[in-house]
């Protein structure tokens, strides 16, 4: 058995599936380490799995500042540089002090491919994002555009495909001067970022839109996702009340905003529903405003445990609570802002396992009658039960340990 390396990207997106992919490959027989911020360090723990630090700093002691994303996509490319920064400093003496066999590449964690491959080390990259595969038939999901085969979509998407070449090009030149020392060729294009043994996402097949190329070391699989290994959340049970439940979260990204949670609250006092909020930890459930006297507001909630009881979903489109959403076969409100949501927002609509209120359709009466929709026409649960059933049958998560397995070994199918 080997010695395993996971690098991620900070964020709670980034850490969940890291921790869930880890856990896998410890069940395997391996040993598996984290490298992340140090604040990371108590989630991880919590988890059983290895943790490794990649600064100097000490570690914070609540797991919510470990995992703080940021609000808009430069605060994201900052954050992004910032973590590249720490990984090229520190990556390659923290890997040496594991003694690993293997690196599993966060897609996010630019720099860490290139630690693995000046140490001599395999890598494969995990995708716990939509996949930045990019593909002229395939809109980039930073951008909400649907699916078309028109010439238009087309010229819009490789468009769109510069614009992603364009943001990462700092992030390479950075890396490329890096490589230069450590007498690497350098990187020339954004796919050569990835692993060439295999890249793996957990964005399903069934949830993705037809592709003209995919490379033989591109797969998809299914959701990075168990329940173990996650804080435990106390929650008011005795208070649900038997109506339609209908849960809110908006991640790490959108839970400062008070005025968004007012809208789904108002959406929601006028239906014969039960809303559950969380705010993320963010704001205090006070700061929403008045609710229906039924509705429960709360810093924290088990999510997965209430979506097994939820009737629908309102999400920021994040892709992992879509994920755990459509595990339970839950139809979904998205309401993308910023990074990979337009993308997975995008793939809502285009299955049919939910609706998206875009921006400029936000007012409590569009959510109102958005969220009416997913309760009163089948077909949205149909497309979420079917979309469930997909999920089970590919086992994603056991499905990724096969190919990392197979790739770190060499002989991937």
């Known amino acids: 058995m080997k010695r395993l390396g996971i690098f991620s990207a900070p964020g709670t997106g980034q850490?969940?599936?890291?921790?869930?992919?880890?856990?896998?490959?410890?069940?395997?027989?391996?040993?598996?380490?984290?490298?992340?911020?140090?604040?990371?360090?108590?989630?991880?723990?919590?988890?059983?799995?290895?943790?490794?630090?990649?600064?100097?700093?000490?570690?914070?002691?609540?797991?919510?500042?470990?995992?703080?994303?940021?609000?808009?996509?430069?605060?994201?490319?900052?954050?992004?540089r910032t973590h590249m920064q720490h990984v090229l400093e520190f990556g390659a003496a923290a890997a040496r002090r594991e003694q690993l066999d293997g690196v599993i590449v966060d897609q996010f964690d630019f720099a860490a491919g290139s630690v693995a491959e000046h140490l001599g080390l395999p890598f494969v990259t995990a995708c716990f994002s939509p996949p930045l595969w990019l593909d002229a038939l395939v809109p980039p999901f930073i951008i909400g555009s649907g699916f078309s085969r028109s010439i238009a979509a087309r010229v819009r998407n490789i468009v769109a495909n510069l614009g992603v070449a364009a943001l990462l090009a700092p992030f390479i030149s950075r890396i490329n001067g890096w490589r230069h020392r450590k007498a690497l060729p350098p990187i020339r294009r954004v796919k050569d970022l990835w692993s060439p043994l295999a890249s793996v996402t957990q964005?399903?097949?069934?949830?993705?839109?037809?592709?003209?190329?995919?490379?033989?070391?591109?797969?998809?699989?299914?959701?990075?996702?168990?329940?173990?290994?996650r804080w435990k959340t106390d929650f008011p049970w005795d208070k649900l009340d038997g109506r339609p439940l209908v849960y809110v979260s908006l991640g790490t990204v959108q839970n400062g905003t008070p005025a968004a949670f007012a809208q789904i609250a108002a959406a929601c006092g006028k239906l014969d529903v039960q809303m559950v909020l969380s705010t993320g930890g963010r704001l205090p459930p006070e700061a929403i405003g008045p609710v229906a006297s039924n509705h429960l507001v709360v810093y924290f909630a088990p999510q997965v445990e209430l979506l097994s009881r939820a009737t629908v979903a309102v999400t920021h489109g994040?892709?992992?609570?879509?994920?755990?959403?459509?595990?339970?076969?839950?139809?979904?409100?998205?309401?993308?802002?910023t990074d990979d949501q337009p993308g997975v927002a995008a793939r809502i609509a285009w299955t049919g396992v939910g609706l998206v209120a875009w921006p400029y359709e936000r007012t409590a009466r569009d959510l109102r009658e958005k969220i009416r929709m997913l309760?009163?026409?089948?077909?949205?649960?149909?497309?979420?039960?079917?979309?469930?059933?997909?999920?089970?049958?590919?086992?994603?998560?056991?499905?990724?340990?096969?190919?990392?397995?197979?790739?770190?070994?060499?002989?991937?199918?």
């Not at 070391?217 to 996702?225: E, I, K, M, N």
Request: net charge positive.
């Open 203 to 229: 964005l399903p097949r069934a949830m993705d839109f037809p592709r003209q190329h995919l490379e033989a070391s591109c797969y998809h699989t299914g959701p990075f996702h168990d329940r173990s290994g």
């Open 375 to 413: 309760l009163s026409e089948s077909r949205y649960q149909h497309a979420a039960v079917a979309m469930q059933q997909e999920i089970a049958r590919v086992d994603g998560l056991h499905r990724a340990g096969d190919i990392i397995e197979a790739a770190l070994a060499g002989t991937c199918q």
């Open 318 to 337: 994040g892709l992992n609570s879509t994920l755990e959403a459509l595990m339970q076969g839950v139809p979904l409100l998205a309401l993308p802002i």
């Open 15 to 80: 850490l969940n599936p890291s921790i869930a992919l880890g856990r896998e490959l410890q069940r395997r027989g391996h040993t598996v380490v984290i490298f992340q911020m140090p604040s990371a360090g108590p989630l991880v723990s919590t988890a059983g799995l290895g943790f490794r630090a990649l600064t100097k700093t000490r570690a914070a002691r609540s797991p919510v500042a470990t995992v703080r994303a940021p609000a808009r996509r430069l605060d994201t490319l900052r954050v992004l």
